[in-house]
């Protein structure tokens, strides 16, 4: 069975950064896209960034320029840098990872359980 595993969250002071990993385990073959998304308290999930598994990437408009997605194939790992953070990037980030092949079933999809980041003074 493949889980998300993520870790990194926490409290940071506005300005600040913080760097999340999500880890993929189990036997897997391959993952296509793997991704972040954030939900903030009365707000829908919504997406953060996203990076294919040839490493194309894509960036939500808010976090354009602070963020840094990146990540390790022969790991199955995901990184999200975070830079210059500000109040309203508080929110439950959740790792997703898409297409997921192993050695014995393939995942259409799959989510992490998330992990708090508040950013606040």
């Known amino acids: 069975q493949v889980q998300l595993v993520e870790s990194g969250g926490g409290l940071v002071q506005p300005g600040g950064s913080l760097r999340l990993s999500c880890a993929a385990s189990?036997?897997?073959?391959?993952?296509?896209?793997m991704g972040w998304y954030r939900q903030a308290p009365g707000k829908e999930r919504e997406l953060v960034a996203a990076i294919t598994s040839g490493g194309r990437t894509s960036y939500a408009d808010f976090v354009k320029g602070r963020a840094t997605i990146s990540r390790d194939n022969a790991k199955n790992t995901v990184y999200l840098q975070m830079n210059s953070l500000k109040p309203e990037d508080t929110a439950v980030y959740y790792c997703?990872?898409?297409?997921?092949?192993?050695?014995?079933?393939?995942?259409?999809?799959?989510w992490g359980q998330g992990t708090l980041v508040t950013v606040s003074s």
């Open positions: 189990g036997s897997i073959f391959s993952i296509d896209a």
């Open positions: 997703n990872a898409k297409n997921i092949v192993t050695t014995t079933v393939r995942y259409v999809q799959l």
